[in-house]
């Protein structure tokens, strides 16, 4: 191994360190405690709660994502292509419809999240087509 894979091997363990951290310290030290207290009006409405929290985690979600593109550039660069619509994909249909059934269709954004995860798999099969 070279001090490039090296490298790529410690940023990916860090976007994972940082991804974990993040959803788990944040919704125990921030999200919980905001959600806890109300009396701000943004916060008394549900679906705002939910889509604070959905957001909070999204960013975990893509984090791991970029781990796996970057896994991907260094020790797979044949699969690059293809990973990163087929990982792409998979994240943001995942994402769109966890947002569709948890806001109950309510949030605005589960459309075009689902969309994009639909576009980029889509994409996927016609490249390797």
């Not at 919980?32 to 975990?60: C, I, Q």
Request: charge should be positive.
């Amino acid at each position: 191994m070279t001090g490039f894979d090296y490298l790529i091997i410690a940023a990916i363990a860090f976007l994972i360190i940082t991804a974990l951290l993040h959803s788990i310290a944040g919704e125990h030290f921030l999200i919980k405690p905001m959600l806890k207290y109300r009396g701000n009006r943004v916060l008394e409405n549900d679906l705002a709660r939910l889509v604070l929290r959905f957001a909070w985690h999204l960013t975990s979600i893509l984090w791991f994502l970029l781990a796996a593109i970057l896994y991907l550039l260094a020790f797979d660069i044949e699969k690059l292509n293809s990973g990163i619509l087929v990982y792409t994909g998979i994240a943001f249909v995942g994402i769109g419809v966890f947002d569709l059934i948890a806001s109950r269709g309510r949030h605005i954004g589960w459309p075009s999240l689902l969309a994009v995860g639909i576009c980029t798999l889509s994409a996927s099969f016609l490249l390797k087509g």
